[in-house]
Nanobody
Framework: QVQLVEAGGGLVQAGGSLRLSCTASGRTFSGYAMGWFRQAPGKEREFVSTISRSGGGTTYANSVKGRFTISRDNAKNTVYLQMNSLKVEDTAVYYC??????????????WGQGTQVTISS
């Protein structure tokens, strides 16, 4: 088990940037792939991005490809999501998760509490 705490959400204008971070407790962070998911009001939770245990592999949802970058620092037990060129439709609660390298939320068994990202027009 690993406990996850997200930070970095907020309110920005469309076209702006935000950097989310997710810090894990415990000494097994490098044993997990890490994913970011998001859930907008009235919508299902959706995959955003994932990064392999070493950081050598990354996958992105088509909706964020080219705008978002996932990275991790295993020495700091932290995964990041750099979000650029933000759009109104990126507004959601963003969750980080630890598990297997996958686009499916069922393959992650540790979740953070979420951080709100709001993009204004």
């Amino acid at each position: 088990q690993v406990q996850l705490v997200e930070a970095g959400g907020g309110l920005v204008q469309a076209g702006g940037s935000l950097r989310l971070s997710c810090t894990a407790s415990g000494r097994t962070f490098s044993g997990y792939a890490m994913g970011w998911f998001r859930q907008a009001p009235g919508k299902e939770r959706e995959f955003v991005s994932t990064i392999s245990r070493s950081g050598g592999g990354t996958t992105y949802a088509n909706s964020v490809k080219g705008r978002f970058t996932i990275s991790r620092d295993n020495a700091k037990n932290t995964v990041y999501l750099q979000m650029n060129s933000l759009k109104v439709e990126d507004t959601a609660v963003y969750y980080c998760a630890a598990g297997s390298y996958s686009v499916h939320d069922g393959d992650y068994n540790n979740w953070g509490q979420g951080t709100q990202v709001t993009i204004s027009s």
